[in-house]
T-cell receptor, first 116, second 110 residues
Framework: GAGVSQSPRYKVTKRGQDVALRCDPI?????LYWYRQALGQGPEFLTY????????KSGLPNDRFSAERPEGSISTLTIQRTEQRDSAMYRC??????????????FGEGSRLTVL | QKEVEQNSGPLSVPEGAIASLNCTYS??????FFWYRQYSGKSPELIMF????GDKEDGRFTAQLNKASQYVSLLIRDSQPSDSATYLC??????????FGKGTRLHILP
């Protein structure tokens, strides 16, 4: 597609349910980042991939959060046993290059998660 | 200490004046620095990036980097009401992670 696509755009779930958020990056982009953004705050780093390899997951809040990018393209962020504090906008971004050559991050529209 | 720090604002600037946005970072191994603009309810979009000490100009925007002081700034000349947004400073750190500050809200007064 022309841009980074995220789905679902909105997700309302009950506490304790699992959710999966999907990101389809721009074709050919090497790096894929996941961020969480609370209202009035900047994007908070969660994890990132180069191709299919997860390079850093230090920003994942706890072991209920996981992410994968099995074929180096689409990525899924999974939150198990959701809690109300997980409510936020989850943003995915991709970049054509990685490492020191990292340039512009292209962001998707985000997935807004609400946990009741 | 946050890795990338910004004053949250709001910063109010009269139309036509220069808006000055500042950012500091803690990781001396950071390599590249970015300024993103985020309109309310929208996704961040890149305005400028800089990786060498000094100034970099693009139209009405000038990014400044001082690695010795670990300081990055963005100047917006001839501010327009359409410049009203949140400006996010970001750094590519030594671990190749792109870390964002919490953003500065800029309000251009007509």
């Amino acid at each position: 597609g022309a841009g980074v696509s995220q789905s679902p755009r909105y997700k309302v779930t009950k506490r304790g349910q699992d959710v999966a958020l999907r990101c389809d990056p721009i074709s050919g982009h090497v790096s894929l980042y996941w961020y969480r953004q609370a209202l009035g705050q900047g994007p908070e780093f969660l994890t990132y991939f180069n191709y299919e390899a997860q390079q850093d997951k230090s920003g994942l809040p706890n072991d209920r959060f996981s992410a994968e990018r099995p074929e180096g393209s689409i990525s899924t962020l999974t939150i198990q046993r959701t809690e109300q504090r997980d409510s936020a906008m989850y943003r995915c971004a991709s970049s054509l290059a990685s490492g020191a050559n990292t340039g512009e991050l292209f962001f998707g529209e985000g997935s807004r998660l609400t946990v009741l | 200490q946050k890795e990338v720090e910004q004053n949250s604002g709001p910063l109010s600037v009269p139309e036509g004046a220069i808006a000055s946005l500042n950012c500091t970072y803690s990781d001396r191994g950071s390599q590249s620095f970015f300024w993103y603009r985020q309109y309310s309810g929208k996704s961040p979009e890149l305005i400028m990036f800089i990786y060498s000490n000094g100034d970099k100009e693009d139209g009405r925007f000038t990014a400044q980097l001082n690695k010795a002081s670990q300081y990055v700034s963005l100047l917006i000349r001839d501010s327009q009401p359409s410049d009203s947004a949140t400006y996010l400073c970001a750094a590519l750190n030594r671990d190749d992670k792109i870390i964002f500050g919490k953003g500065t809200r800029l309000h251009i007064l007509p």
